[in-house]
């Protein structure tokens, strides 16, 4: 079993950046590929950004794309997504999700454990 929690969210203005961090319990985060997931409201959950269990693939939605950084430390059992140049419809509640895997997972129903979630809100 993993346990995730979120953290980092807040408001910023249009333009500037936040780092989210997910912090994971449990001995089995090095064989856990991670992925990060945002629900905004009145809107579906939708992929945002995954990474494989070693860190060393990574995959991203295509408006995140040169923005949005994915990374891991599994020293630290800790995930992160790193958020620059942030628009307004980046708004929504970021969930991290994770899965006794090798590959790269982009779908939510491949993820096991979620944690509760972070607000991120940008301003116009």
């Known amino acids: 079993q993993v346990q995730l929690v979120e953290s980092g969210g807040g408001l910023v203005q249009a333009g500037g950046s936040l780092r989210l961090s997910c912090a994971a319990s449990?001995?089995?985060?090095?064989?856990?590929?991670m992925g990060w997931f945002r629900q905004a409201p009145g809107k579906e959950r939708e992929f945002v950004a995954a990474?494989?269990?070693?860190?060393?693939?990574?995959y991203y939605r295509d408006s995140v794309k040169g923005r949005f950084t994915i990374s891991r430390d599994n020293a630290k059992n800790t995930v992160y997504l790193q958020m620059i140049s942030l628009k307004p419809d980046d708004t929504a509640v970021y969930h991290c999700?994770?899965?006794?895997?090798?590959?790269?997972?982009?779908?939510?129903?491949?993820?096991?454990?979620w944690g509760q979630g972070t607000q991120v809100t940008v301003s116009s």
């Open positions: 999700a994770g899965a006794i895997s090798t590959k790269l997972l982009l779908n939510s129903y491949e993820y096991r454990f």
């Open positions: 449990g001995r089995t985060f090095s064989a856990t590929a």
């Open positions: 990474i494989t269990d070693s860190g060393s693939r990574t």
